[in-house]
């Protein structure tokens, strides 16, 4: 594939897909050893809230599993670990957050499921959750394809891939977006 050997050329590979509006997607949750049956735990990252000295950390696999709203063509996507050359891991990435102008933290958690890592359209949905001391609580949910949430300074902005005419089928170039506005109790689209 022309992509993947592009991305082995090195630094020129990088400056053409990045030129390009593609990315590489993340690692996602890594698993040690052969994966067994997928009931492996990924260890979750987590952030100290250091106004409170709380720490809230997740288990994306899990929360995303128990939740009754994400769909389950969603969930099959990380229903078994992802192998490659380089190891296995469950196709999510996971970020905290601290919602600007507030002390609530929450969790984004993007789901790229197995695609080539080096495809730049490899996310299928991607879901926001308050963490509290009493659990997690879906606050969003985007569940189309290429869509992933970017969080920069506590502000929230749905993206989504767009394919120009000429783009590869593999490999968007353009991108639109949306602000998400944090209305008290959950994330609301914001208009333009």
Do not use: H
């Not at 593609?22 to 100290?48: E, H, K, L, N």
């Not at 769909?71 to 957050?97: H, N």
């Not at 290429?146 to 783009?167: K, N, Q, R």
């Amino acid at each position: 594939m022309q992509v993947r050997r592009w991305f082995v050329a090195g630094g020129t590979a990088f400056a053409l897909v990045a030129a390009g509006g593609c990315g590489i997607a993340g690692a996602g949750v890594q698993v040690t050893g052969d994966g067994g049956d997928a009931t492996t735990s990924p260890a979750p990252d987590s952030q100290t809230d250091t106004a409170e000295g709380e720490a809230f950390s997740l288990d994306p696999i899990e929360v995303l599993r128990e939740d009754p709203d994400v769909r389950q063509d969603i969930k099959d996507l990380f229903a078994q670990p992802c192998f490659y050359e380089s190891g296995s891991w469950f196709p999510v990435d996971t970020v905290y957050a601290t919602i600007a102008g507030t002390d609530i933290q929450v969790a984004v958690i993007d789901v790229l499921g197995c695609t080539e890592p080096n495809l730049c359209a490899s996310g299928y949905a991607s879901y926001i959750y308050r963490l509290g001391e009493d659990g997690t609580e879906q606050v969003y949910a985007a569940e189309e394809t290429t869509s992933s949430i970017a969080v920069v300074d506590g502000e929230f902005t749905l993206e989504w891939s767009v394919w120009e005419p000429g783009d590869e089928t593999d490999c968007p170039t353009g991108l639109d977006s949306m602000p998400l506005i944090w209305d008290g109790d959950e994330f609301v689209p914001g208009g333009e």
